[in-house]
Nanobody
Framework: QVRLVESGGGSVQAGGSLRLSCADPGRHFSIYTMAWFRQAPGKEREFVAGISWNGGRTDYADHVKGRFTISRDNDSNGPDLQMNSLKPEDTAVYYC???????????????????WGQGTQVTVSS
């Protein structure tokens, strides 16, 4: 069974940090690009960051560049997302995502993602 499991969400004050983790217990995606998305209340889900299977390529949304870092240790199967200098506008449910196939040299932001975790809530207070 394909399953992605996020952890590490919580509540912090503005300026604080959180680290999200994504587990792929079945190791279905160890050779695939993976990504983090988020969805705030009343908004569409949006791309946050993506990383290639070996960590050699990363992509970030403009509004998180310089604050968030995506990394990948294939021992844990999925990508981590280190979030620093958090802002209230970062409040959202964060989702780990994986594609249904490889896309060659396509940038992670341009992938189609078919598998999703259940999400983890991140709340940043001012």
């Amino acid at each position: 069974q394909v399953r992605l499991v996020e952890s590490g969400g919580g509540s912090v004050q503005a300026g604080g940090s959180l680290r999200l983790s994504c587990a792929d217990p079945g190791r279905h995606f160890s050779i695939y690009t993976m990504a983090w998305f988020r969805q705030a209340p009343g908004k569409e889900r949006e791309f946050v960051a993506g990383i290639s299977w070996n960590g050699g390529r990363t992509d970030y949304a403009d509004h998180v560049k310089g604050r968030f870092t995506i990394s990948r240790d294939n021992d844990s199967n999925g990508p981590d997302l280190q979030m620093n200098s958090l802002k209230p506008e970062d409040t959202a449910v964060y989702y780990c995502a994986a594609p249904g196939r490889a896309y060659g040299s396509r940038r992670p932001v341009n992938y189609e993602y078919d598998f999703w975790g259940q999400g983890t809530q991140v709340t940043v207070s001012s």
